[in-house]
Structures are given as C-alpha cells and as structure tokens.
C-alpha cells in the first residue's frame, strides 16, 4: 500500500511541476517588442499581461491559488477566460502574497 500511495504522491507532483512549466512558459512573450507593459488603470488589460502576472506568481510558489482564481472566473486555464474579466483577474493575481 505504500508504494501506491508514493506513486500517487509522484504523480500529484508532476502534476503540479506541469501546471507550473506551463504558467512560466506561458508567460514567456513571443515575438514582442521590448517595451513596457501599460499600465492596467483606464487601460485594457491584454491577455499577456495577465499570462506573465499569473507566471511570475506560480514561479513565486502561488501555483494552488493561481488555479483557484482562474476557477473563480469561470475557467480552467487562462485561454479560457474571457477577456472581458482579464482586469478583475490581474487584480486578483496581484493581491497574492
């Protein structure tokens, strides 16, 4: 029974190491120009924005509440979220410390 029980464990582990990979890579800019981001205030929010926001927190160790978020604005993973909730995410996101 413990050698199930560690299988489980490794596989919720790598689960998890997936789950990050993919928020940092996601959060990696492809073919973008090196400037600034504009600021979320007046402005819309863009889905890369929100992508390196939610990288930077999960590489920070905020992998659970990541997800949790993006539970809580109806998705699975950030393509699925419609970008008209973008700003409420990126607020969320910048509230975890």
């Known amino acids: 029974m413990d050698k199930v029980k560690l299988l489980l464990d490794v596989a ?6 997936a789950d990050s990979v993919q928020a940092v ?5 492809v073919n973008e120009p090196d400037q600034p981001a504009p600021k979320s205030e007046g402005k819309t929010v863009t889905l ?9 927190k999960s590489h920070d160790g905020f992998t659970d ?10 998705a699975k993973k950030l393509s699925e979220i419609d970008p008209a909730n973008y700003a409420a995410l990126l607020a969320d ?4 410390k």
């Open 93 to 96: 996101a910048e509230k975890l």
């Open 65 to 74: 509440d990541v997800r949790v978020l993006l539970e809580k604005h109806g």
């Open 48 to 56: 890369e924005q929100v992508r390196a926001v939610l990288a930077d």
């Open 12 to 17: 919720s582990d790598l689960r998890k190491l």
């Open 25 to 29: 890579a996601d959060g990696i800019p």
